[in-house]
């Protein structure tokens, strides 16, 4: 179908100055007509063919939500920055503070960003309070607004000082009593060391203990003030100054993790050069509207999405594909924001706002990802409720009781000090989630979008992965190779009539699917209108001409509405044998034409199942088409399992019987036959330039393109992530449970404990950071 641009949202170009706007040149007016004013551009704007009868220039604007669930009608939700929650137990505070409020539908918490996402009624005003009685500084995220923090850890200059003080002075009290000089000086220098670095420490663990909750920061004041009234000075010292210093550095660490997500982002640039009436103005990108004409010059990174309506160039797209080879585009071709126009000077109108173009939509499903908690996170999450009150209690008991068997009193709450201090079970608890968001931003990096840790973990264990074949494993852009007419007795005929050519090429200019479009481009016939059409998922399209019924589709459709096949049977099974793509057009009841298409197999189709093979994936064809066609592609690439002719619902038979085997199956296409199939897959992929709306909206994974060696490259990823997050979590756990022997056979120390608690976690943070800097391509 023929649709219009939408001059109003295609040319409207703002004629107010801005203080933000900088002019830059002028251009002749002549030379950019639909520049000038909107109601003169809709006349010199050409009119774009789109299958659905969209508008180019006019994409939705739906707003991009960090959290996919739906948010109930009367609520909203509200994005908070908490500098304070470094650590996961935080947010067990902030979700404690908050638990009588009945106006909040739903918490959930991003760690790396320190971000609280609330889905609430009412005024936001009584929750900001409540966390700021925890000695807590939050802020409310606008749309579009970043935050900007200051220096954090070991690289603010004021911490960085305080940190060298009280360390001298941590070491000097040790150096007091090593020398048996005075225990007075030793005792001064240890209060110095704690002042200087201790004392949020101290505000922090007390507003833990006010809301009866055991945090890392309230043991470690437990301890150290245990330490003190022991009498043990340096130690004490020591454990606060090698805590706080531990906790700077992982929280360093911590935001280098979340800064390769960030990174994405920033490929885009801050301004970009707008032409209007006046000539080219340099503004910021967030005040740049949909339909706004921009310049970018060679070696420019492009800051929105948008059509060239002028030049031509080679693009790198690897910020959104991963794929390093230039991409060639010219008039009318689509270009993402994040590319990098790497030859001529181009024009292009704009097809999104900063906020929700191509390159935010990635970095914003990462954040939404990192909110979902994987499985093996939610266990970790219930294990470590339980794990730090049991420690507690423990120590407790080890205070209390060691007496019954000798130990003298200092001896015994000096123990049950040490096991204070690896309580806590940060490490555990942040042994998925940093390993989750690197494996997210390494393979964002190579243009494949996952939507939720979880996905990585069953991609780890996948066994089968079910194929479709139109636009998966075939390039999807068939090409017509030729038409077989009959007459109305169903005879053969040397050429189809062209008025019943045009009604089937007008029915097939309706649907979007590669075949119709195929069959579409090989006619220059005016297209009609058609009434009533309807697409039917597995068979084809259907619609009326002046009352008689149109059909196009498979021989599923044709049995389905009684048109007979038996007349054409001979020239149907020896075209199928062939292996060609076929689709039958009927008329008034009956077949009056075979359109025969043919599609190649990708170049690395069969390359990409034997990697599948060697990482023991079964590979399985399921496809509407016919049995022969997919044999034919299935013989091509190397699948054994083959099945043709299906449904969607007999797509969604076919993945379920394998799940009721015990299997793990993926299933990857593109398309509404796909969205069932897709839906029941334990793991769903999209194809990202043929996938359709429906199938990226269901799909778990999204590939940026149509390559599908991302799949391999998804499936290694994933199994790294999974094996690092075992190792994570077995360096947290057997740390502390070698310093738990160490204590019940008399080689404890304060100081020590404090390397294992925290030194844990800089392990479990290193580790997961290997994903970001490892090759998965082989």
């Known amino acids: 179908m023929v649709g219009r641009v939408n001059a109003e949202s295609c040319c409207a170009v703002a004629k107010e ?11 002749d007016a002549q030379h950019h007509d639909c520049v000038a004013d909107s109601k003169e551009g809709a006349d010199c704007l ?19 939500e960090p959290i996919e669930s739906a948010i109930p009608a009367g609520y909203r939700q509200d994005i908070l920055y908490v500098k304070e929650m470094d650590c996961p137990m935080e947010s067990k505070l902030i979700e404690r503070a908050l638990a009588s409020f009945s106006e909040i539908d739903s918490l959930n918490f991003n760690y790396l960003k320190r971000e609280v996402y609330i889905v609430h009624k009412g005024d936001l005003a009584p929750f900001l309070e409540k966390i700021r009685k925890l000695n807590m500084t939050p802020q409310r995220v606008t749309d579009g607004a970043e935050i900007v923090s200051e220096p954090e850890g070991i690289y603010a200059k004021s911490e960085r000082w305080r940190l060298i003080l009280s360390g001298i002075a941590a070491a000097t009290s040790e150096l007091f009593e090593f020398a048996g000089w005075s225990s007075w000086g030793s005792a001064l220098f240890a209060f110095l060391a704690i002042a200087l670095v201790g004392l949020s420490t101290y505000r922090k663990g007390w507003v833990a203990l006010k809301n ?19 009498g043990i000075f340096p130690e004490a010292a020591m454990v606060i100054f090698l805590f706080t210093l531990s906790e700077k550095i992982e929280a360093h660490s911590l935001t280098k993790a979340q800064n390769a997500v960030e990174k994405l982002l920033k490929l885009a640039p801050d301004n970009a050069q707008v032409i209007t009436e006046k000539g080219i103005m340099e503004m910021p990108v967030e005040k740049i509207k949909m339909g706004d004409l921009l310049r970018i010059m060679p070696g420019g990174r492009l800051p929105l999405d948008g059509i060239i309506t002028r030049g031509s160039s080679s693009f790198d797209e690897s910020a959104i594909t991963g794929e390093s080879l230039p991409v060639d585009k010219s008039v009318d071709d689509t270009v ?14 704009a097809t999104s706002t900063a906020k929700d173009s191509t390159l935010a939509k990635i970095v914003k499903t990462i954040e939404s990802a990192q909110v979902k908690k994987a499985p093996v996170q939610r266990f970790i999450d219930r294990f470590a409720a339980i794990y730090t009150p049991v420690v507690f209690v423990v120590a407790l008991l080890i205070a209390l009781l060691s007496p019954l068997w000798g130990i003298s009193w200092f001896e015994a709450i000096y123990r049950a000090l040490v096991v204070l201090i690896i309580a806590c079970p940060c490490a ?10 690197s494996a997210l931003t390494q393979l ?57 050519e045009q009604l089937a090429v007008s029915l097939a200019a309706r649907s979007d699917h590669p075949i119709s479009q195929a069959i579409v481009a090989h006619t220059s016939y005016p297209i009609v ?18 009352g008689e019924s149109l059909l196009l589709g498979n021989r599923k459709m044709m049995l389905h509405h009684q048109v007979s096949l038996e007349p054409i049977m001979a020239q149907l099974e020896a075209i199928e044998g062939q292996g060609s793509s076929l689709t039958l057009f009927a008329y008034c009841g009956k077949v009056r034409a075979l359109f025969i298409v043919e599609d190649r197999v990708k170049a690395n189709g069969s390359e990409v199942l034997a990697t599948l093979k060697t990482l023991d994936m079964t590979p399985i064809l399921l496809s509407g088409d016919h049995q022969g066609a997919v044999s034919h592609v299935a013989a091509q690439v190397g699948i054994d399992q083959a099945y043709g002719a299906l449904l969607p619902e007999e797509k969604l038979a076919k993945l379920t019987r394998y799940q009721q085997n015990g299997q793990a ?29 429906i199938s990226i909206e269901t799909a778990n994974v999204a590939l940026m393109d149509d390559d599908l060696a991302k799949i391999p490259y998804f499936i290694r990823v994933s199994r790294r992530t999974v094996t690092l997050i075992k190792q994570n979590i077995a360096v947290a756990l057997g740390i502390k449970a070698l310093f738990f022997i160490a204590i019940f056979i008399g080689y404890e120390s304060m100081w020590a404990a404090v390397f294992a608690d925290v030194g844990a976690s800089l392990l479990v943070i290193m580790n997961s950071l290997r994903i970001l800097r490892e090759n998965f391509d082989h």
């Open 17 to 27: 100055n801005r203080e933000d706007e900088r002019i830059i040149d002028c251009h």
């Open 46 to 64: 050409d009119a774009h063919e789109h299958p659905k009868g969209e508008s180019c220039c006019t994409l939705p604007t739906q707003e991009y």
């Open 212 to 230: 009866r909750t055991l945090n890392i920061n309230a043991l470690m004041s437990v301890a150290v003030t245990g330490a003190l009234l022991l």
């Open 336 to 349: 993402y924001a994040g590319t990098i126009n790497q030859q001529g000077e181009i024009e292009y109108r």
């Open 428 to 437: 555990l608890v942040i042994s998925t989630p940093v390993a989750i968001v």
């Open 444 to 500: 964002a990096r190579h243009g494949i979008l996952v939507k939720g840790g979880e996905y990585i973990e069953k991609g780890a264990h996948l066994t089968h992965i079910a194929f479709d074949k139109t636009g998966t494993l075939t390039v999807g852009t068939p090409t017509f190779s030729r038409v077989i007419a009959f007459s109305e007795s169903g005879k053969e005929s040397d050429q189809l009539e062209e008025s019943l």
């Open 529 to 546: 209108e058609i009434d009533h059409f309807m697409a039917l998922p597995g068979e084809g399209i259907k619609g009326v001409w002046q």
């Open 665 to 693: 199956i993926a299933m990857i296409g593109d398309g509404i036959n796909d969205a069932p199939a897709l839906a029941q897959a334990d793991v769903s992929f999209a194809m990202g330039a043929m996938g359709s709306d």
